[in-house]
């Protein structure tokens, strides 16, 4: 179970840190990302994170955006800078998971937290 916070209201220029919590067990996380979806638009990738620790961050916030996760409070995280109001948004973290000792790789999406930026 994923569970997304930290999303809100910011003037342009600011910053938000969203946060995803993975609860539950007896699985491995393989993979673990960010999504947007802005206001009338289709949901686009923000930023990934492989459980090798590389990272892969979308042209449209690179330099501005970082992910990271917290191993001990199985928490991911999508730190956020100099927002834009073309950064408002729903975002939604996912995590690529399967059971320990099975292959097959299943996805999990948090809720979802809004980010609005204005201008």
């Known amino acids: 179970q994923l569970q997304a916070s930290g999303g809100g209201l910011v003037q342009a220029g600011g910053s938000l840190r969203l946060s995803c919590r993975v609860s539950g067990s007896g699985f491995t996380i393989e993979d673990l990302a960010w999504y947007r979806q802005p206001p009338g638009k289709q949901r686009e990738l923000v930023a990934t994170l492989s459980s090798g620790s590389t990272t892969n961050i979308a042209m449209a916030v690179q330099g501005l955006s970082t992910i990271s996760y917290d191993n001990a409070e199985r928490t991911l995280f999508l730190q956020m800078n100099s927002l834009k109001p073309e950064d408002t948004a729903v975002y939604f973290c996912?995590?690529?998971?399967?059971?320990?000792?099975?292959?097959?790789?299943?996805?999990?999406w948090g809720r979802g937290t809004q980010v609005t930026v204005s201008s």
């Open positions: 996912n995590v690529r998971w399967r059971y320990y000792g099975r292959t097959s790789l299943r996805d999990a």
